[in-house]
């Protein structure tokens, strides 16, 4: 049994891994082993696995990570449009590459049911999660007359998150050739919103 | 130097390895090493190595080889919209799951250029090239007047080939709450094509 302070203290340390972890993905990219990450965050590869048994674990937190920064720094998701929300959190990752490779990381070996069975879940959820946000917007556009009643917003969603993505990943690989604000502004002509974008 | 007939023959060696692991696949998804690839379709690990420096060399050429079979099924590219070669394009890949995990495979391992250099190529210039065809078909919708003609081919374009994408990769993880068919039908609203989609 742990006592109280070594809980904390071993919920600490692994706050701190998680966050040296993120730094290092959104500075270098995530193609590296266990171990490796270990070495480059300065941490032993006997204590990280105490933490995390297995490199999806460490990158699904790592993601999680994130996300609960971005949702602090955000405070609650204003009434903005599912493609508004879309380009706001493109334009976030501009600045950070290496969490676009993790994002694409995940979603890739999430494929792999088998093989990654913790990304697996944990991308499926949050698919479901972000679809039924962006569908929820869609409905608020319908309800201010501005996106038509036709629209079904599940087909919305699923279309709006599918172009955020994808766009992220062509513009990480030929950054002067793709805009993905002005992609994405495309589409919210069609998905206009009940706000400013 | 080989003469004409063992080079034909090396050719053709070439040509079913490439065969058999495009069917490997599409039955069974990419995650294995050049040597378990080898044991699966009933080559060494020496002759598969003669044939592909390198795993990624192999994926990148089986995803040609299967371009190259739907390119000779289908003729000539049809006038239809960017929207409906994307409908086409992803219709016909609903039977083959394992090819939309080895695309998403190549465009992740494409964001590693310094570690998969000969992937991060093909994939850079295969999205140019996708994407120069589908402003073509935005260009010929703005001509025949069904497409706005103050939207940019380019930017239209990266959002048609991300949303066709994006969309593929949610269907294969959650089927049935995602239907690529119909958000993609949504999109072709907005970029309307001058023929039927």
């Given at each position: ?18 966050l ?9 990219g ?61 334009e ?42 962006l ?63």
């Amino acid at each position: 049994m742990t006592n109280g302070r070594s809980y904390r203290k071993g919920a600490q340390r692994r706050a701190q891994i998680l966050l040296s972890a993120l730094d290092l993905f959104a500075r270098r990219g995530v193609g590296a082993s266990l171990r490796a990450i270990g070495e480059a965050i300065g941490v032993s590869h006997a204590a990280l696995r105490y933490y995390f048994a297995t490199r999806d674990e460490l990158l699904v937190e790592v993601y999680r990570t994130h996300e609960a920064t971005v949702r602090e720094e955000g405070g609650p998701a204003p009434a903005i449009s599912a493609v508004g929300l879309m380009e706001r959190s493109a334009e976030r990752n501009r600045s950070i590459p290496g969490l676009v490779e993790l994002y694409a990381t995940l979603t890739t070996d999430a494929l792999q049911a088998e093989q990654h069975p913790v990304t697996h879940r944990f991308v499926h959820e949050r698919f479901r999660r972000v679809r039924a946000d962006l569908a929820e917007r869609v409905r608020a556009g319908q309800a201010a007359g501005t996106v038509p009643a036709d629209v079904d917003p599940q087909d919305a969603a699923a279309l709006v998150a599918a172009a955020s993505d994808g766009l992220q990943l062509q513009w990480l690989l030929d950054p002067d050739a793709v805009d993905v604000r002005r992609s994405l502004a495309l589409l919210e002509r069609l998905l206009p919103g009940p706000g400013p974008a």
